[in-house]
């Protein structure tokens, strides 16, 4: 993310919650200083078990941005995100970072953030491990962007037809054309 797409952003009257990652170097050291030589203004804390995972989520929220750049429009929260549980019983630990044009509660943001990555797994992740999307060779005119609108109308008609299961979904209807057309019935 660009400090003009920000802009952009506050321009056209919209707040953003934008994840930093370390191929932001500046914005990612700043971040790092920042948190380091504050408190956080609110803090929330939440855990969960699901199947054979625990996980604890621990969202900070930094309102004290002395050590990061104005440049940032509209900046007013740095985000901390720690995860640390376990998955397969081998331990596991994640720390994210988001900027913020918002100065809202941490429970807030941590259950927007959770929201984001509910749409991260249910449709990216699916596009990219069922439909191997990263490895589909289409460079001509509209054909990448045809053939993802097409995806995601799969990974919404399959479930909608009974389907628990996208893979079983495919194989089961791959071959049948008449099949396919009465899911549009």
Same mark, same amino acid.
């Given at each position: 993310?660009?400090?003009? /797409?920000?802009?952009?952003? =506050?321009?056209?009257?919209?707040d @953003?919650? =934008?994840?930093?990652k370390?191929?932001? #170097?500046?914005? @990612?050291?700043?971040?790092?200083?920042?948190?380091? !030589?504050? +408190? #956080? /203004?609110?803090?929330?804390?939440?855990?969960?078990?699901?199947?054979? $995972? +625990? /996980?604890? $989520? &621990?969202? %900070?929220?930094?309102?004290?941005?002395?050590?990061?750049?104005?440049?940032?429009?509209?900046?007013?929260?740095?985000? $901390?995100?720690?995860?640390v549980?376990?998955?397969?019983?081998?331990?596991?630990?994640?720390?994210? @970072?988001?900027?913020?044009s918002?100065?809202?509660?941490?429970?807030?943001?941590?259950?927007? =953030?959770?929201?984001?990555?509910?749409?991260?797994? $249910? +449709?990216?992740?699916?596009?990219?491990?069922?439909?191997?999307?990263?490895?589909a060779?289409?460079?001509?005119?509209?054909?990448?962007?045809?053939?993802?609108?097409?995806?995601?109308?799969?990974i919404?008609? !399959? #479930?909608?037809?009974?389907?628990d299961? +996208?893979? &079983?979904?495919?194989?089961? %209807?791959?071959?049948?054309?008449?099949?396919?057309?009465?899911?549009?019935?």
């Amino acid at each position: 993310m660009s400090k003009k /797409t920000v802009k952009q952003i =506050i321009d056209s009257g919209n707040d @953003y919650v =934008i994840a930093v990652k370390a191929n932001q #170097p500046h914005l @990612y050291n700043q971040i790092q200083k920042n948190i380091k !030589l504050s +408190l #956080p /203004t609110t803090t929330n804390t939440t855990r969960e078990r699901v199947s054979h $995972r +625990l /996980t604890q $989520r &621990r969202v %900070c929220v930094f309102n004290n941005l002395n050590h990061i750049s104005s440049d940032w429009v509209g900046l007013k929260s740095v985000i $901390r995100v720690e995860r640390v549980g376990t998955r397969a019983g081998k331990p596991d630990q994640e720390t994210a @970072y988001y900027i913020s044009s918002l100065t809202i509660p941490a429970s807030d943001f941590a259950q927007g =953030i959770r929201g984001h990555w509910g749409v991260e797994n $249910r +449709l990216h992740w699916v596009k990219h491990v069922v439909f191997d999307e990263d490895s589909a060779q289409m460079v001509d005119g509209y054909a990448a962007a045809n053939f993802s609108i097409i995806r995601s109308f799969v990974i919404n008609l !399959l #479930p909608h037809n009974g389907f628990d299961s +996208l893979t &079983r979904a495919i194989r089961h %209807c791959a071959h049948d054309i008449k099949l396919l057309f009465s899911f549009l019935e």
